[in-house]
């Protein structure tokens, strides 16, 4: 009760979570996620809401943010460190939907090949740049609940 009085669990500010893909598992995982997602809140493929989701009273700021064209983004950073993946994301019905400035690609596109000490040999030489976009999304949150990482336990990255 006393952290309510405070204002912590405020029914009026939606906590944001954001979505960190990461890999091929990640990112294939984060796609079905997002397609989910956005069936359920009436947001279509272009992030534009559907006129029958306009009422109501679901909390579509937790896991999107609106552009200043009034369409939805998701509050996401897809990374990896091999092209396929993404590239099929990109190329897909919902490329419209993401961010473009969240999406990390390697530059050399060769990915880790499955091979754990070539992923972490290769985060380390990425990692402030990841973490610039990271940063980026979570400055342009106003209550960051946390962060939601889809990903495999094993692999490269």
Known sequence: ???????????????????????????????????????????????????????????????????????????AVLLDLEPRVIHMILNSDYAKLYNQENIYLSKHGGGAGNIWASGYSQGEKIFDEIFDIIDREADGSDSLEGFMMCHSIAGGT
């Open 1 to 75: 009760d006393y952290l309510r009085r405070l204002g912590a669990f405020s029914s009026e500010m939606p906590r944001e979570i954001i979505t960190l893909q990461l890999g091929q598992c990640g990112n294939q995982i984060g796609m079905e996620f997002w397609k989910q997602i956005c069936a359920e809140h009436g947001i279509r493929k272009d992030g534009v809401l559907e006129d029958f989701a306009t009422e109501g009273t679901d909390r579509k700021d937790v896991f999107f943010y609106q552009a200043d064209d009034e369409h939805y983004i998701p509050r």
